[in-house]
């Protein structure tokens, strides 16, 4: 069964440091999220993306955050420079298209662990 | 921006004991997802409300969506150990442009 791939599961890192997350999404998925997921709360949307295309990235904090999806497929989000408050599950789903409303496939996620 | 509300944040039961979560939002929905993600997990998709009224039930999960569009409830009867987790709505605003929100979550523990 396809999957939404994510790498790493795992990092630390110290504040002000840069980190980068990866995402690869199922495959023939034109809508990729990423969300932000602080332990006891609900997943909080990032960036949406729409192929290579940014459809909505009001909540991303974009002075130390950016996402790209250059051709459409995979993805990146970095964050420059780490702070204590970034320390989060970061999740990565993909959905056939989102403009269409179908289920979203959630990776793995990476938990992120900011010293 | 869009917010989705959901209730209650925690539930305790007894194994056999119903269950219900309810989500609400102040504006209208183009359609809503419930997800649960099990401890430890992601979140994986249960089901996705369309119409006004609509109901729509898998074994013994009773999903609504209410007329008006603006809010739902997942009902899960005689629960089972199986069945701990967090259960999500995630919400798709009027607009329709496939931004899915989410809720805090219900995170229901079962006492066999």
């Known amino acids: 069964e396809a999957e939404v791939a994510q790498s790493p599961r795992y990092k630390i890192t110290e504040k002000s440091q840069a980190v980068a997350f990866w995402c690869d999404p199922i495959?023939?998925?034109?809508?990729l999220y990423w969300y932000r997921q602080i332990l006891g709360q609900g997943p909080e949307l990032l960036v949406q993306?729409?192929?290579?295309?940014?459809?909505?990235d009001s909540q991303l904090p974009k002075d130390r955050f950016s996402a790209e999806r250059l051709k459409g497929v995979d993805s990146t989000l970095k964050i420059q420079p780490a702070e204590l408050g970034d320390s989060a599950m970061y999740l990565c789903?993909?959905?056939?298209?989102?403009?269409?409303?179908?289920?979203?496939?959630f990776g793995q996620g990476t938990r992120l662990t900011v010293v | 921006g869009q917010q989705v509300m959901q209730i209650p944040q925690y539930q305790h039961v007894q194994e056999g004991e119903d269950f219900t979560t309810y989500c609400n939002s102040s504006?209208?929905?183009?359609?809503i997802q419930w997800y649960k993600q099990r401890p430890g997990g992601h979140p994986v998709f249960l089901i996705q409300?369309?119409?006004?009224?609509e109901v729509k039930k898998q074994k013994r999960l009773t999903f609504q969506f209410g007329e008006a569009k603006k809010n739902s409830s997942l009902h899960i009867t005689a629960t089972q150990t199986t069945d701990v987790g967090t259960y999500f709505c995630?919400?798709?605003?009027?607009?329709?442009?496939?931004?899915?929100?989410f809720g805090q979550g219900t995170t229901l523990q079962v006492k066999p």
């Open positions: 789903a993909s959905s056939l298209s989102g403009l269409f409303n179908t289920e979203a496939f």
């Open positions: 495959s023939g998925h034109a809508t």
């Open positions: 993306f729409q192929d290579e295309s940014v459809v909505d």
């Open positions: 504006t209208t929905l183009s359609n």
């Open positions: 409300l369309v119409k006004s009224g």
């Open positions: 995630a919400a798709n605003g009027s607009s329709n442009t496939g931004k899915l929100i």
